[in-house]
């Protein structure tokens, strides 16, 4: 391969980005294809999805149960985001052996790790069983159907539009899944929570995983015996670079949007769901930040809790900015009221607005106490322990041979993990929380901390008796300990929590059984609107294009970064920007192989990160970003901060994806990593 002189830093003087709103159901691609060729697209629908041939379908997976990575070998290597792999790496570490710390890879097959609990889905078909469904067939038996249809399926009945379309899904989930390689936290995570969200971004974030199979290529379990999967597809990777205004195309499992709810429900997030959820987890983050700071072992048992806490707190905090910036509580009003004239003289539809609003009234409460209970005393971990112990111990469907097994299965994966000290600040800042914010707390948990004399002496109470906050302790008997008379007081709430424990306000039965209507009211009021299902972690292509955009007034983001801001950032002195000595010394000698590129302005640089105007959310993490020749150009793995509320509002002028440039991936696997073997697998152009 040739070294590729690339222009990264250029403002391009009247390049116009194009965003793309929608998040499309692959196997009706063809009604998109038209318009995605005009934009730069040069291959068809069936290239995209295909049942009867192999397609890009075949090369992209869901990644455990929420994000997205792609098949990259014809030998089951498959690429992911850092922070997708990071649970299964932190799972492998420890004090000794810290592969968050110092990274991670295997320099031969025997070196791969196994990763238990992991799995990987590759979709084999979806199916329009909307009519199947009306004619009074139950989700069960179509999905029982599917999954005895062949060898390690595993299948699921999902609602497009509110019901008002019904898909069936059939995937091969594969489980034995092995770590190849990582980079170390402070590149793969670089940044941390100071960057996340942020542009511009330098992180390189990915980590690399093999698909094992059993010796006639079908899924099987963990075994030495099996071999690397042969997919039916895998991405060629392009070494080519990138272009602001280049076509690029987002292939993945996005998790959840609401785009078509109405005010009410948008109000909601903007002024109480999101306000009280941030409150809470910044106490947690600090509490559980200050223990890592302080001990190597707690950093390690922490480092996937506080990435998970991170992640939506600091995403929620864009999401209301982002709201307000808009205005969109008061937009989708304005809308309302044009369609409530409409609708007025339509007796299918006269009214309907009033009736959502109505079933809002009756279960806002009641969702917002059960979502301030996980986020307040629900997020007590030997609370939650004690509770799934009981669950297991009153299983009438269990063995007691049964039973043994999984207790022994949580307590190991429990205590691995647990810091109790830690928990225990938590369990005081959360009760606290709890009794000044909700309107229903038990009499019974009033009185005994009322009793104790105040929240923290009552916590106290409870960690020093119980045998449960640490495993010498440990009985499989939860009778008569004192967490277990913390859960019985607590037990009325946390199964009202449970039972309104959906994807959002707006998917309460009561308040969704409407939205199917409204959604074919709006079909018919608003023509001109282009209408895709919201994300459900079901498997969508968005598309769009490289593209910067005007952050503020006269301050022009460009969409691409470089290993320079790397090294820029690693003098900052700021703890989230650590450059190991190692990336330093590439650096300094410009040792960059041929993954080596020019600036406008003549420097020797490796690229890193790019935006693009993609509609993405959650559960695109790790997904491929791909070329109008359908060739790896980069891996999603974050929005911007002001794009946040896209999930509720897209703005094609500001909504970007951020994704790490492929080049970079392969720079580190070959020249940080010392595993340049790995590449003699891709199909690199």
Known sequence: MKRLSLILLSLCVGFSAFADEGMWLPSLISSRIDDMRSKGFRLTAEDVYSVNRASMKDAVVLFGRGCTGEIVSKQGLLLTNHHCGHSSIQRLSSVEHDYLLDGFWALSREQ???????????????????????????????VKEAEASGKGLGASVERMYYGNQYFLFVYKVFRDVRLVGAPPSALGSFGGNTDNWIWPRHTCDFSVFRIYAGPDNEPAAYSPENRPYVPRRSFPISTRGIREGDFTMIYGFPGNTQQYIISDAVDYVQHRSDPMKIALRTQRLDIMGEAQKASAEVRIKYANKYVSVANAWKKWQGEVLGLERLGTVDSRRRYEAEFEQWAADRPEYAGLL??????????????????LYRESVGAIEVLNFVDRLAAINASEKLTGEEKAAKIETLRRAFYKDYEPDVDRRIAKAMLKEYLDRSSGVPAALSEAVAASGSADVFIDGIFDSSRFVSPDGFTADTDGDSVSELSAMLSGVRKSAAGMRYRNLSDVPAVRRWYRTYLSALREFDTEREFFPDANLTLRVAYGSVGGYEYADGEYHLPFTTLDGVIEKGTLGVSDYVVPERLRRLYETKDYGRWAVKTTSGRTTVPTCFLATNHTTGGNSGSPIINGRGELVGINFDRTWRSTMSDIEFDPEICRNISVDIRYVLFFIEKYGGAGYLLEEMDLR
């Open 354 to 371: 009033d009736s959502m609003r109505a079933a809002y009234a009756a279960v806002t409460e009641p969702y917002f106490e059960s979502e």
């Open 112 to 142: 791969e790790l196994p990763c238990e609990g992991l799995t990987v889905s590759i979709l084999e078909r979806m199916e329009d069983v909307t009519d199947r469904i009306s004619a009074g067939e139950s989700a069960e038996s179509i």
